[in-house]
C-alpha cells in the first residue's frame, strides 16, 4: 500500500543530535530542554546511533549506570535507517517490523532528517486506520494507545495526559479541541 507521501515530505529536517563524548546527564538535560525523546549520536556528520528515553530508563537507571558515563555506553548502535526518497508506508513497515518510533533519513551516507511516528502521523492522518491494524504506537513514557476511536496519550496543548482526537494537525484532549 503506497502512499504517495515520501519519508522526506513528513521528516525533521533538523534532528537534534549529541556528541559521542556526552554524558548520559548532558543527554538528560537536552532531551529536557528541547522536550524530545531521542538524540543522534553524530561525529564529522556521520552516525553512529541513538538513544531514547527508554535506552535512559532501561539501560541507564535500571542497570544503576553513573549519569557521568558516555552515552556510547547504552546508545543503539546499528541503528535502522530510511531513504529520504522511500514512502511513508515503508517507514512504518521498518518502524513495525523492528519495533522502533524512530528512523534516521539517511542519503549517500549522510544524516538528513529524522522520520517519528508523530511525524507520520501529522503530514498522513488517515495512515491511523493502518496503524491500528498492525501495531501499538509507544514512545517510551509518552505512550499512546491507538484505539479506533481516538488516542490516548498527551495533547499537545496543555500536555495532560488523556483522550486525544486528531484536530487541526494537532493530538489535542476535548477540552483543548473545544478552545480551538
Not at 17 to 30: G, H, R
Request: charge should be negative; aromatic fraction near 4%; charged fraction near 30%.
Amino acid at each position: 500500500m503506497k502512499t504517495g507521501v515520501k519519508v522526506a515530505d513528513a521528516m525533521t529536517n533538523e534532528p537534534k543530535y549529541i556528541s559521542p563524548s556526552a554524558t548520559l546527564k548532558q543527554c538528560i538535560n537536552q532531551m529536557k530542554l528541547d522536550r524530545i525523546g531521542s538524540l543522534l549520536i553524530i561525529e564529522n556528520e556521520k552516525l553512529l546511533g541513538i538513544i531514547t528515553e527508554t535506552d535512559l530508563i532501561q539501560k541507564a537507571f535500571a542497570e544503576n549506570k553513573d549519569i557521568t558515563e558516555l552515552v556510547t555506553t547504552i546508545m543503539t548502535q546499528n541503528t535502522i535507517t530510511i531513504n529520504p526518497d522511500e514512502d511513508i508506508y515503508e517507514a512504518l513497515k521498518l518502524m513495525q517490523q523492528h519495533q522502533v518510533t524512530r528512523l534516521p533519513v539517511i542519503k549517500n551516507e549522510k544524516l538528513v532528517g529524522l522520520l517519528t511516528i508523530k511525524d507520520v502521523i501529522k503530514i498522513q492522518p488517515q495512515i491511523i486506520d493502518w496503524l491500528i491494524e498492525k501495531h501499538r504506537l509507544t514512545e517510551s513514557t509518552n505512550q499512546a494507545f491507538i484505539s479506533k476511536d481516538y488516542v490516548e496519550g498527551e495533547c499537545e496543548i496543555c500536555e495532560n495526559r488523556d483522550e486525544l482526537n486528531f484536530y487541526k494537525g494537532k493530538w489535542l484532549c476535548s477540552d483543548c479541541k473545544r478552545r480551538q
